[in-house]
């Protein structure tokens, strides 16, 4: 074959693209082999980063379900403490409601003033609007200081009679149960003692429509303070006024 | 930092010594009245941040001088609640009427009384 002969020189150029064809696929596929393993290599780090992702949620999961715990003990300790400050200033009122009563007692010695703070003391302290002060003389009880009463269908009640009467004569207190229906509309009667000796009577009638028909525990503590410190403010006022008569009576007595 | 001013206006001085007892621990300046025209002549005069008034009260009662302090240019936006024995609907009602920004009924729960001040006055 000569080198003119157009099929040798055919199959050299034939030969010769093949060469470069191969080449070129082999560059090609140098290539891909790298880009193939660069991915492989990103798809493990992606992955490798997705694990560490995974953990870090979980992490973040615990740690959530923790601080959800912490508040719900804080949101439950909050209440706790909300709960303990109404009654702590439920205490101080009351305490307050005590120390007014006892203060607002022994602050005059004028007989009729004192009676007038009684009545304000009930009014206002407890809540009744209809209130009456009896005084325990010569076996009788008569009304000494009242409000929204009927003065002349109290003015005088013998010992012994009814609650008010007996609450005088054996100096144990009246109450009605709460929500009992008294016809004279009664709710308790106290004793006011000198000396052991009863010598005036409160008597609570209607409570003011806010209380419900009922005394409450705050009040029971007043009432209790009123029997007492009543007493000796009535006596103080009684042995300024007129010093032969209560003390004296009480030592009769 | 200004304390605020709460005027009290009630005739009973027990209502009053309960009402100081419980406004006292809030850091409160505390000025009293005896009825109501001297709660109005306090109140224009001082300037009171808030005024407890009493209804059942000499001279001019609770009603009436919530009443005349609304008519009042410099207690015309005083807020005032009402104290009211009595805690029925219509006796809440004429107070509103009068002006009141709120009530409250004896005997006074400590509580509900330093809660009300406290909103009214923004503590």
Known sequence: MSESDPLESYVRKVQADTHRYVHDLLGENEKLRVAAATLQSEKARLQEEILTTHEKLDRHRIEELKLERRLAEIAAENRRFSEEYVLVEQQNSNLANLYVASARLHSTLDRHEVLAVIIDIIEFLVGCEQIGVFEAKDGKLRLAASKGLDERRYAVIPMGEGPIGRTALTGQPYLTAAGSDDEEGL????????????????????????????????????????????????????????????????EER | MVRKKILLVDDSETSLLMSRMILSKANYDILVAKDGADGLERAVAERPDLVLLDVVMPKMNGFEACTAMRARRETETIPIIMVTTRGEGTSVETGFKAGATDYITKPVNGLELLTKVRNILGD
């Open chain 1, 187 to 250: 709710t308790a009667c106290i004793p006011v003692k000198f000396r052991d000796a009863v010598h005036h009577v409160i008597t609570l009638f209607r409570l003011l429509p806010q209380k419900s028909g009922r005394l409450e525990p705050v009040d029971h503590d007043l009432l209790n303070l009123l029997a007492a410190e009543a007493g000796t403010a009535l006596a103080a006022a009684s042995l300024l006024s007129q010093p032969d008569s209560l003390v004296l009576q009480g």
